[in-house]
């Protein structure tokens, strides 16, 4: 049985971006399929030849950081609007080649059937980027950056799992996970790191905050890792308290908060490709729309 793919694939732009560096940091929030809205919004981008020197993101944030890096334009949408419904990227397949229902080591492995990551242009030390994951066995974040870490690929397949259906992920011999389990948008490392011109891209809207519950199955499922358990507990009263802080500090004019201008309605693991595909597309609107504001 064919595979179900957007109907408007072939019009998904492609290309590489041009050499211009624009001084800033770019930070990118996950949100597992949700991400597709910053992944059409870095490909015009792209197109405009805004490439921006820092790049920090988790989750989903963190593989289309990479593919923005790697100056691949499309390669994003292209994958995950032709191959969200492929068993190997995302089901049973994926399941036993990597014991995860969604295998992140299909956008970052080249198996003969995706275009593969550019690793040179992307490992060029001209461009920062960092991939935030969650150490369990402190609950913390933890920052990697390419050219300064073992293994950089690691750590986005670490950032880019998600609890309860991910196993970890070892770096240096200590088990990772998703990087939004204790910071789901790491503005405030740009701020610490010294950036005066910092761009967040959200992927839910402006007004959107989590129920602030605790999560009580993340005891049972982490027993063994109580400090990551108590972090991603609160996880949801972390989120809505950053999302508070960005639309302070955005309004005071220190950082430029960016989110879909319409109300997203797609779930994290969502399968409709055509609402995914309507996702990507306003995120290059929503780009256009923003651009003398980026530019100024």
Not at 109 to 131: N, S, T
């Amino acid at each position: 049985m064919a595979v179900r793919v957007y109907s408007a694939l072939n019009e998904i732009p492609d290309g590489y971006a041009g050499e211009a560096i624009t001084e800033g940091c770019l930070v990118l929030e996950g949100g597992a399929f949700r991400g597709l809205y910053t992944q059409g919004f870095l490909d015009e981008l792209m197109l405009r030849d805004i490439n921006i020197r820092c790049v920090i993101g988790c989750s989903a944030g963190a593989l289309g950081g990479m593919n923005y890096v790697s100056g691949q334009i499309g390669r994003s949408g292209r994958i995950n609007l032709g191959f969200r419904n492929d068993g190997r990227y995302v089901g049973l397949k994926a399941f036993l080649h990597s014991r995860s229902i969604l295998d992140i080591g299909f956008l970052t492995e080249e198996r003969g059937i995706i275009e593969p990551l550019d690793m040179d242009r992307f490992m060029k030390p001209d461009r920062r980027y960092v991939a935030v994951t969650t150490n369990c066995l402190t609950g913390e974040a933890e920052y990697f950056e390419k050219g300064r870490c073992s293994n950089i690929i690691q750590a986005i397949r670490a950032s880019s799992t998600m609890p309860y259906i991910s196993p970890m992920v070892m770096i240096d011999n200590t088990p990772h996970l998703d990087g939004g389990c204790s910071c789901k948008i790491p503005y405030k490392w740009a701020i610490d790191q010294g950036y005066e011109k910092i761009m967040v891209i959200k992927t839910r809207e402006s007004s959107f905050r989590k129920k602030s519950k605790k999560d009580k199955l993340a005891y049972k499922m982490y027993r063994k890792y109580p400090a990551f358990a108590s972090r991603l507990s609160v996880s949801a009263a972390d989120y809505n308290r950053q999302c508070d802080e960005i639309e302070q500090l955005h309004k005071a004019g220190r950082i430029l908060r960016i989110a879909p201008s319409e109300q997203v309605k797609v779930s994290r693991i969502e399968k409709d490709v055509e609402k995914l595909g309507e996702l990507y597309n306003l995120g290059r609107r929503d780009c256009i729309s923003n651009l003398e504001l980026i530019r100024s």
